[in-house]
């Protein structure tokens, strides 16, 4: 079957696109947009992901797609005014002035569903529906089998994820793969790529700012806060609050705590084993951590992190884990560019990196130029692959040095530094644009 090209494409397309949530969002809202219809298959077995407790970093790419396509007119972040590292005692030894907004992943995705198909909530109104637009459905509880090639485009297999024996099909003239870094469609074409674990986790937690003593709250309010020592690396900053908000006091200081766990150890057994006694592979979400473990780790965390840091770990009220792992598909056009893989589905980035959000709004979006031909296919697939292999590479780098090197404090702050450097400043080496 010949190859599509650029401006062969007719005015209209069905997207169906696998995941949903803010890869998959992402890509939904850029493509009906353009008037193209959308269709989203989550397996999720609910209408809505659940909070997942987390903070994430709004970088440029992600500030463009919500700058493009946000019709929510609400507050999306929170500001941090510097950069910051403390000493084990918890004296600030290193400190920058830089801007860096930071949000949290329930804004993010209730204001990505607002915008997609005008799901209703506390944290934004609904915006008017766009007639230009395209149409705009989400599907939940469907967890997809397999994909066909047929002439009239790509039958898409799938079943209950609740009721295995209920199983249903949809045809699309394209499917895009945003179903996170153990993606179903990734595995369908690229059957033998796991994701491996790189030896450590990321304990994760909240802490409500009024709740916060006001020594550490004055750490963490408007700052973006580092601490490293051996085997471990902390960070927090603020984040909004309950249904998104951004008023002083109901805000929240978002912390990542990695910490080295031996692939196969007790203590990794330990700490991924949830609040039922069932071992998870990745993750136990928020509210589902062992209280016991979790203890435990607040003892270590009194030992080893400065007391700022201490006061977090030892106050969040519902923690999670997630272990830090590695992906990275060879590839992310399938089926002579039908089927394509986005954000973590193609690369699954280290969390160091603070980079996933906006890979996802950056996927997005070139693919979006790509459709309406104001990108060619070689520029989609350079800029894409090369964001995608050269940050995916920098996050390994970064966390191997970070839990596995004993380095200098100087050289942990230049990793940072060049992480936050923005995508559109980066000189890709030819390895990554390779295609």
């Known amino acids: 079957m010949a190859e599509p090209k650029d401006g062969d494409l007719p005015r209209k397309l069905n997207f169906l696109i696998v995941g949903g949530s803010l890869g998959g969002l992402a890509a939904g809202i850029a493509l009906k947009a353009l008037g193209h219809n959308t269709t989203i298959l989550e397996r999720n077995p609910t209408a809505l992901l659940h909070d997942q407790g987390a903070g994430i970093v709004a970088g440029g790419d992600a500030l463009e797609f919500l700058e493009r396509y946000n019709r929510c007119k609400r507050p999306i972040a929170v500001s941090s005014h510097r ?67 047929n002439p009239t485009g790509i039958l898409v297999h799938w079943k209950s994820t609740t009721d295995p024996s209920v199983t249903g099909s949809l045809l699309a003239d394209r499917v895009i793969g945003a179903d996170g870094p153990s993606s179903t469609i990734r595995s369908l074409f690229v059957p033998n790529l796991e994701r491996t674990y790189t030896g450590y986790c990321a304990l994760r937690g909240t802490v409500l700012e009024s709740e916060a003593t006001p020594e550490t709250l004055s750490t963490f309010a408007h700052r973006f806060t580092f601490y490293h020592g051996p085997g471990i690396q902390i960070l927090a900053y603020l984040i909004p609050g309950t249904h998104g908000t951004v008023e002083p006091g109901k805000r929240l200081i978002n912390f990542v705590y990695y910490t080295n766990f031996p692939a196969d150890s007790p203590e990794l057994d330990e700490v991924l084993t949830d609040v039922n006694g069932t071992r998870r592979r990745i993750t136990i979400p928020p509210g589902m951590v062992s209280p016991q473990a979790w203890e435990k780790q607040k003892t270590i965390a009194k030992e080893r992190l400065p007391p700022q840091f201490a006061e977090l770990v030892c106050k969040a009220s519902k923690p999670f884990v997630q272990a830090v792992t590695d992906v990275i598909s060879p590839e992310h056009e399938f089926m002579n560019g039908k089927v394509i893989l986005i954000g973590d589905a193609l690369a699954g980035f280290r969390p160091h990196t603070v980079a996933s959000t906006s890979q996802a709004a950056f996927d997005a979006m070139i693919y979006a130029d790509y459709v309406e031909g104001k990108v060619s296919r070689e520029e989609w697939k350079r800029e894409t692959l090369g964001f995608a292999r050269f940050i995916q590479r920098r996050g390994v780098e970064m966390g191997d040095r970070s839990q596995h090197m004993v380095l200098g404090l100087e050289e942990y702050i230049a990793d940072r530094d060049q992480a936050s450097k923005p995508r559109r400043e980066e000189i890709y080496p030819e390895w990554a644009i390779k295609i």
């Open 83 to 149: 950069r910051q590292y403390l000493d084990k005692s918890g004296k600030v030894v290193h400190k920058v002035d830089i801007v860096q907004d930071m949000s949290s992943w329930d804004l993010t995705y209730h204001i990505f569903r607002a915008n997609y198909d005008g799901t209703p909530s506390s944290y934004c109104d609904v915006p008017h529906l766009n007639p230009s637009h395209g149409s705009a459905t989400h599907l939940h509880n469907r967890t997809v089998t397999s994909l066909k090639e």
